[in-house]
């Protein structure tokens, strides 16, 4: 399975952002699809989920300003983010969890950076 982030960039705060996922296999399949980040010297953290029934769920931190939406004939996932804030800057990594068979697969991660 092969995951292709893109769309990251140098942004002004307050300004919004699309970041794609481009899936190598059928996203459906996927039990969850995921965004999260990295800041420099930060752990890597959970940003959204979405399920293939379309169920999303948000970090506290971006909720009401990001949305996880997925396009199921590209098999591609989005991450809009609006309103976006210096402390936004990080790493964005796609993710997907498939259960039977324990598979955990990663983007290669698109950076963010939110600057004036």
């Not at 959204?48 to 997925?70: C, E, H, L, M, Q």
């Amino acid at each position: 399975v092969q995951l292709q982030a893109f769309g990251g960039g140098l942004v002004q705060p307050g300004k919004s952002l699309t970041l794609s996922c481009a899936a190598s296999e059928t996203i459906s399949e996927f039990d969850i699809m995921a965004w999260y980040r990295q800041a420099p010297g930060n752990q890597r953290m959970l940003v959204a989920t979405i399920t293939p029934n379309g169920g999303t769920g948000y970090a506290d931190s971006v909720k009401g300003r990001f949305t996880i939406y997925r396009e199921n004939t590209k098999n591609t996932v989005y991450l809009q983010m609006d309103s976006l804030k210096p402390e936004d800057t990080a790493v964005y990594y796609c993710n997907a969890m498939r259960y039977r068979d324990n598979g955990n697969y990663w983007g290669q991660g698109t950076l963010v950076t939110v600057s004036s």
